[in-house]
């Protein structure tokens, strides 16, 4: 694990930026795992602003999204779908086809999961974006999750249906499940980029570096990762006994 601690939400979405950039300049046809909320906001814009500076391109990128929710339609503004397109999808060459959400279709939903880590399994990532809840989940992955689970269903904790009803006009908007990849979908990625900001984020960081490897502790299973770089601003790493900007184990 890398560990680096920036200033603010600026410069780690720009540092954050500057390794998915390198990696695709190096590769073109580029894997990239994607992920939704606050965290990676700020590095899809560096990313628009690189493309639209001709630096990469995306004609050849494929993209695989760790989650979405059930219940709520596809063009709901706040499912994961809407999110990717508003964020990045519309503001890039990236082709249609190459964009992969997993689908929340309900009537079908245990075959499209399983069509999803097909998919997943075919097109290992070269580079997984991951946030990191106040619980330490990753993907929609929550405390007690399997460490073996792959595309699954998973029904949210209250924690991180508050923790999402700033999105909605109120927690009861919020969906009660979504779809996601599971932790050995997540772990089947060559390299993982995970960003975190925020004093909430703070214990999650420490317990996902510090904490013993457990499935009450999502994110502690990327401590046996070959290679792992987190990314936070001063209050995300404020627990963390960091005496310089760099920490590596
Ligand atoms: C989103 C996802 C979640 C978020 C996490 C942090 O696709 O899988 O694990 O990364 O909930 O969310 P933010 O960035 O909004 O704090």
Redesign the pocket.
Known sequence: MRIYKYKNYDEVSKVSAAIVIREMIKNPNIILGL?????PIGLYKNLIKAYNEYLISFKDVKTF???EYIGIPNDHPES?SSFMHRHLFNHIDIKEQNIHIPSNEIEHIENLAEEYNKKLFGNQRDVQI????ANA????NEPGSEMSNQTFIIKLSEE?RMSNARFFDSVDEVPTHAVTMGIKNIMFSKQIILLAFGKEKADAVYKMVYGKITEDIPASILQLHPDVTIILDEEAASKLDMKSDFLEF
């Not at 992920?35 to 965290?39: K, L, Q």
């Not at 991951?130 to 809840?133: D, K, Q, R, Y």
């Open positions: 992920a939704t909320g606050t965290s999204n760790l989650d994961y991951l946030g990191i809840g989940h990753i993907g929609f991180t």
